[in-house]
């Protein structure tokens, strides 16, 4: 038995018919690592999927004529086919792949393996597949001793005891990776302290070289976390000024050994000037100040510099209401746009507080339109269950990538501009904190394992669906009958939403259990220095951020502005995140704002309970411990929800006085 699963890369036998399976590799060298990995790969799939006696022959030329049975595939080189892009014809037994480079070869590959899988590599076949976007990767939070920020999933799988490990594992992470088109990964947490500092120091670079050769041959670049404060860490200088010339200079040398042990390296994410963490504020200069300086000390070794904009004050006073977290990144980064370097990519996460279960998008997203622009997702679900409560986040990250900014006429959603489509710039694209650990499911909860498939998935094409990356996901990894993989995908659809009605009502957020961020508290961070606030009282609840309030509504361009300013016109599910509403308030349905939060959060745990229950139907279809695994979080999930469901019930009932309409059990 092994000790982590395959995933959806399971490759159990599905597929019957196809006894032999040739592959032919034209124009690319079969020595390059990545055509070398996509030859292991579909020799390895073809087996599994196919079962029988295949042999998977590697040749030049198909010989002969093909029998029956037989599955010819070749591949191909095609200059016309954009970068990392790749098309697949079927006709008859033949198959043809065509890409311009390996990477597109690789992924063309597994997706193969998911059509053979899905029983959809037919006759007739027409496939055409251009990534939307240039950069999609993944960041890992996780620290040298082995414990991860925010992880839900055991420790880290790539570091134990302050040493980096390099193992079986770490490929099987990398084939995964590829398989939903992932092409850069940041090994280690934003939060860079102790060990993690010395990263970029021989203590280390034998085994990151390892490391970054294992990523490399799945196409995947490896990035570090960078510690601003390097020079003073390591350097033993007094400061880490970004426009002093002798930290300049400590750069350069610092990058130039860097850069010359891990040749591969795509380049350093930094977290700056955030939540206690180091930055050029503390010298009186701005964030593009430390950004460019950065990243003119790697363009000549045409690195990439990503930095966080997630940047706010973390010590604020919960009388100060108009001081407004929300409003710290357009504050902040708006003014500075077109003043980053060409090689230096802003990251921001979706929403303008921190990966709530639901938000605005956040307003420099399109705000900036002369700065590479990075979008940042969490499928760690630090806000959103912690790998306990089930949350399929996919149709959460659809709604932010459809988001119509107004930043120009057309071509102005979210997703238009971190590929690169808004303003035509090519240093672009996605990143989601990820959700893994060494847990021998890998993501903790069996069934989250659909987020870190989706986002992958996702990066690569925009225009999927949340239900499909669900189907796919759903038939690869358990090969069910269609009727019971409606069940999972059902799920998984409806999960974000329960989710949300039994925890913090109408975009208002936290309410969540301090520093853990699981289960509720409804006060837990009222009174706090974080700038969460929900601001409730004995006639209503909510933020007002209209330009009556701390003005955050109008950050974004007018269209957006105005409907977010009033009351009225705000969408209802981001209402309390606006305003500060009466009880009393009438909502569009008719029902005051009150009866709604009873209502939601009843409904919420209700449909819990049967989403547990539908579980059962699968007992016998899906693996014993796989079952047994997905039955015990749902179990905590009904604990928690009861909790959320409760504790918020009681406490807008005992500070509004309001009875349910519905007279349902509320505790006094
Ligand atoms: C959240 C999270 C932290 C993390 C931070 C970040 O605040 O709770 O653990 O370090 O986000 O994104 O940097």
Redesign the pocket.
Known sequence: MSEWTQLWLDYRKVCDGIEKVNVIVRDFSKENRVIKSLLDEITRGMKGLTGAEISVAIKDEFEGKSEDGTLNVAIQKNDEILAEGYRIFRKGSEVLLEAADEKGALYGTYHILRMTARGELIDGLEKKCDPDNPLRMMNH?DNMDGSI??GYSGRSFFYKNNEVIVDDRTRDYARFMASIGINGVVIN???VKEAASYMITDRYFDKLKEMSDVFADYGIKMYLSLNFASPIELGGMKVCDPLDPEVIKWWEDKCKEVFTALPDLGGFLV?AD??GRPGPFTYGRTQADGANMLADVVKPYDKLIIW?C?VYNCTQDWRDTKTDRARAGYDYFKDLDGKYHENVILQI?NGPM??QIREPVSPLLGGLTKTNQMLEVQIAQ?YTGQQIDLCYLIPLFKEVLDFKTYCQKDKDTVADIISGRAFGNKNCGMAA?INTGNDKNWTGNDLAAANLYGFGRLAYDMSLSAEEIAREWVAQTFALEKADEDIIVKMLIESRDIYEKYTCPLGIGWMVTPNT?YGPSVDGYEYSRWGTYHRADHLGLGVDRSDKGTGYAMQYYPENASKYNEMEKCPEELLLFFHHVPYSYKLKDGRTLIQYIYDSHFEGESRAEEMAESWEKLKGKISDESFKRVKNRFERQLYNAKEWRDQVNTYFYRKSGIADEKGRKIYE
Do not use: C, G, I, P
């Open positions: 939070w920020e925010r947490n934003v939060n977290k955030s939540e966080r997630f996460k921190d990966f630090e904190v961020h």
